[in-house]
């Protein structure tokens, strides 16, 4: 069974600590969510997983490969990629040398997510919602056993959220991993197996068993204490 291990992981920008011992396990067929204030290390944690960050303590990942949504979805305008040609780099066909079967998931993945008419749009004329719609269904397409999501859907509405949370649900009811950071505790508490809440340390949460010390800790019947207007 893949898996990821991290023992007392401690990590530092510019000599100032930003994760301090941090111990977790994400096991195959697990959705965490991840949770806590801006600044609290979130970001940090998943590139680290990632292998985007340098760190000199061993991070273990048996996961054979890893689809990825970064919070922030930007568009090079001097690199004119259409919305169909984004999402089909999922596939990740070397050489980019795609077989029909790749393009007919890069669709169905598109499908998915209500994009199919964008198709042929190119990435700098999309709203930043829009974009990031196109970079899940890209981590989609790659069929991977493993997605993490850095807030995919904080440039969403909340019935676009609604849908892509759904259908994380339901690529997890598949087998998928899911690591997500998302501040609508409500929402997650509705998908989640687990959930850690990270500021420079971390606590960890099974669910359902552990979600009234959960709220009590971190949250309201909303969101985040701190952060919730309802």
Known sequence: MAEIKIENLCFSYSGERVL????????QGDFLGIIGANGGGKSTLLK??????????????????????????????FFPLSVFECVLMGALSPRGQYAQKD????????KTLKIEHLKNKKMQELSGGQRQKVLIAR??????????????????????TQEIF?????????????????????????????????????????????????????????HLKGECDV
């Open 139 to 160: 981590a989609i397409c790659t069929q991977a056993p493993l997605i993490i999501l850095d807030e995919p859907t904080a440039s969403l509405d909340q019935a676009s």
């Open 103 to 110: 393009r007919e998931r890069a669709l169905e993945s598109m």
């Open 20 to 27: 301090e011992n941090i111990s977790l396990q994400v096991k």
């Open 166 to 222: 759904s259908y994380l649900h339901h690529l997890n009811t598949l087998g998928v991993t899911i690591i997500t950071i998302c501040h609508d505790l409500e929402l997650l508490l509705e998908v989640s197996t687990h959930i850690a809440h990270l500021k420079k340390t971390l606590s960890f949460y099974s669910i359902p068993r552990d979600c009234q010390k959960l709220i009590e800790d971190f949250g309201c019947k909303h």
């Open 48 to 77: 680290i997983i990632l292998g985007l960050l340098p760190c000199t303590q061993k991070i273990y990942n048996s996961f054979s490969h890893i689809g990825y949504v970064p919070q922030h979805a930007s568009a090079n305008p």
